[in-house]
């Protein structure tokens, strides 16, 4: 992990050598969405990582942000995934194809599989995200995605791929924040090279009326969404905070500025409880 440097975010190192940004901004439908809070992050705060899928529609607002930003498309690090129901082959090119077309870009820093199921009756999953995650890497090969990853994923399914393909996920993005710590999966990724990022770093706000958490912001004059922030982070974590309002972009992004002492660390640590606020894979074969 790299430090900042001259105002710009610190990057993990891929297993395939690109440095990705260790802070971006996330894209969701739930709790709406802001082209202004996005175009604000790229412009005004240094953000270079932006995060979206293709299921979240946000695909052609996100292309004039690109558009509007004035930051060429070679200093940015724009993640796209690809949807279950475009799992296979020829499906996921011509996906890829059409994603790129919608954000106005040639080619994507990262495209994922974003889910392990592939919502296709009587389809198999593994050989369904096997098929998809072959096109991902000829869309590799031809240089049209820098990385290719996989969202969602738990061990099994990681494993799966290793058997079933060649390239190894550059990066396994999931659901990540106090209250859900996957610490196996974290040190599988650890073991195989596989960069760990983690979504919904607040617990969809859940975790801002944490007292553990309340507390900390007081005693390092932070605010709650920073102490998580922070925190996820410091356990070496990609990190893509979603809002929708400009100061809270702001907020989330000046996390570079302090460090948690390692008993506070420890104190986030055990409020894993194994909730998710987002999609749980756990069962998905």
């Known amino acids: 992990m790299s430090s900042a440097q001259d105002g710009t975010f610190p990057t993990v190192k891929l297993s395939n050598g690109l440095q990705m940004p260790m802070l971006g901004i996330g894209t969701s439908r739930v709790g709406g969405f802001s082209q202004d809070a996005v175009l604000y992050a790229v412009r005004e705060c240094g953000v ?7 299921f979240n529609g946000f695909e052609v607002q996100l292309a004039e942000v690109f558009r509007d930003s004035g930051v060429p498309r070679s200093d940015l690090w724009v993640t796209n995934k690809l949807w279950p129901l475009d799992y296979g082959y020829e499906t ?3 996906a890829f194809q059409k994603s790129c077309s919608q954000m106005g870009v040639e080619y994507l820093d990262i495209y994922m599989l974003q889910w392990p199921n592939s919502m296709q009756p009587g389809s198999s999953n593994r050989e369904l995200r096997a098929e998809s995650w ?3 890497e000829d869309l590799l090969e031809q240089g049209l995605c820098r990385s290719i990853g996989v969202s969602n994923f738990v061990i ?3 494993e799966q791929i290793k058997q079933d393909c060649t390239v190894v996920p550059h990066v396994n993005q999931v659901e990540y924040h106090p209250y859900q710590q996957p610490h196996k999966l974290m040190e599988y990724c650890r073991q195989e090279g596989i960069a ?3 979504y919904c770093p607040l617990a969809k706000g859940q975790a801002l009326s944490d007292t553990t958490i309340i507390q900390l912001a007081q005693k390092y004059g932070r605010t709650p969404a920073q102490i998580c922030i922070r925190w996820s982070i410091q356990n070496g974590a990609i990190t893509i905070p ?3 309002k400009k100061e809270h972009v702001e907020e989330n992004c000046q996390v570079f ?3 948690l002492e390692e008993e ?3 104190a986030i640590k055990n409020l894993h409880d194994g909730r998710h606020v987002s999609w749980d894979p756990t069962n998905v074969e």
Do not use: N
Request: charged fraction near 30%; proline fraction near 0%; aromatic fraction near 8%.
């Open 242 to 244: 979603k809002s929708t």
């Open 196 to 198: 760990f990022q983690g």
């Open 264 to 266: 506070d660390m420890e």
């Open 48 to 54: 270079r990582l932006i995060d979206t899928s293709k």
């Open 156 to 158: 099994h399914h990681l």
């Open 92 to 94: 996921a090119k011509k």
């Open 134 to 136: 072959r096109a991902l």
């Open 257 to 259: 500025g302090f460090q």
